[in-house]
């Protein structure tokens, strides 16, 4: 979403800074030619809660020293720990405008006392405060000391772009149905819950198979799954692709079973790329974005029963996966930068006066 911003933003000719902690050779998105790029290069800091705070002052100090020379009119961090940082490295610094921005709801990713404290105590020194939905606003006005919160979703980039790696469709692929899955391969997916789901049904639609796009640390976890199913040859981890619109387009129906998201962007992308959606009703986004029963459907949090029936559904329905399918790419209308982007504009206006 930083990226997205920051294309539509550089593209309309304004000045932008990106400043990150790690060092540019981890990035994986591309950034528009006309964005200053600086690196703190503070990265690490974990373990006790000493070096914690040391890491963290480094970094405060860091940023400050990158706003006061820069002197830019609004300063805008994303995710929470980042949020803290800006709120102290903005402090006193005249004429600038400090925007946090919540990327989760909060509560399914806790802090851990000291920094829910900080975080709590600090956000009362942001000019503002974004959260991505309804929800998390609500938590955040009666969590944190925050001057104004402002609800305001992901955006929409679209066309996808396609960038590296390219990873080739297999050929399998064109001569089945596939049912896409897109995430981090990491516990709050419960992928490892979506293989058994689709194990359960799979003798039933033989022509369907599963595939998960995404890297993470519990993919020997869900390859070692996999192989104890006999589905090896339709069930598939490809891992991280720059080429997803290809995937979205090869696809025939999207499922997320996430345990809690943030707003989640690849959701948008695969309703935009025509694709009827089931989704977990989770914490928060995926009610933001399906209109049940219109586009996609909605199950019970963590009712894989109610996943697998709501699959099952629209896998063995091919015109009612159309009409869904129809009806998803009024994303593209509904989540479009131009008019998202408006959005962030509009309260950068009204907090600069």
Wanted: some cysteine; hydrophobic content about 40%; overall charge positive.
């Amino acid at each position: 979403m930083t990226a997205n911003l920051i294309h539509h933003w550089a593209n309309k000719g304004c000045s932008v800074t990106l400043v990150t902690l790690a060092k540019k050779d981890t990035d994986f998105f591309c950034l528009h030619s006309s964005v200053r790029r600086i690196e703190l290069g503070i990265v690490g800091g974990a373990g006790n809660m000493a070096k914690r705070i040391y890491f963290n002052i480094r970094r405060i100090i860091s940023l400050r020293r990158v706003l006061r020379e820069h002197k830019p009119d609004v300063a805008l961090a994303m995710i929470n720990t980042n949020n803290i940082i800006l709120s102290f490295a903005a402090r006193g610094i005249s004429d600038l405008a400090a925007v946090g921005s919540e990327r989760t709801y909060p509560p399914c990713v806790p802090l851990g006392f000291f920094l829910e404290w900080v975080r709590s105590w600090s956000y009362g020194n942001l000019s503002a405060l974004v959260a991505q939905t309804a929800k998390s606003g609500e938590w955040l006005k009666h969590h944190c000391r925050t001057q104004r919160i402002e609800t305001i979703p992901n955006a929409l980039t679209w066309p996808l772009s396609i960038q590296e790696p390219v990873v080739e469709l297999p050929p399998q692929l064109k001569r089945r149905k596939v049912l896409l899955a897109v995430g981090r391969l990491s516990e709050e997916k419960c992928f490892n819950s979506l293989i058994t789901t689709f194990s359960q049904i799979a003798r039933d639609y033989p022509d369907w198979v599963l595939v998960i796009l995404g890297e993470g640390p519990e993919r020997g976890e869900l390859e070692r799954q996999i192989s104890n199913t006999s589905l090896s040859d339709r069930i598939i981890l490809p891992g991280q692709v720059g080429n997803i619109s290809q995937w979205y387009e090869a696809s025939d129906l999207y499922v997320m079973s996430s345990r809690f998201e943030g707003f989640p962007n690849s959701l948008l992308e695969a309703m935009a790329s025509g694709l009827a959606a089931v989704s977990f009703d989770c914490d928060t986004g995926p009610r933001d974005i399906i209109r049940h029963n219109i586009d996609g459907v909605l199950a019970p949090p963590g009712d894989f029963q109610a996943l697998k029936i709501a699959l099952e559904r629209l896998m063995e329905d091919q015109d009612l996966r159309q009409e869904y399918a129809k009806e998803a790419k009024n994303v593209i209308g509904r989540f479009s930068i131009e008019r998202i982007a408006g959005r962030w504009e509009k309260l950068f206006r009204e907090i600069k006066g």
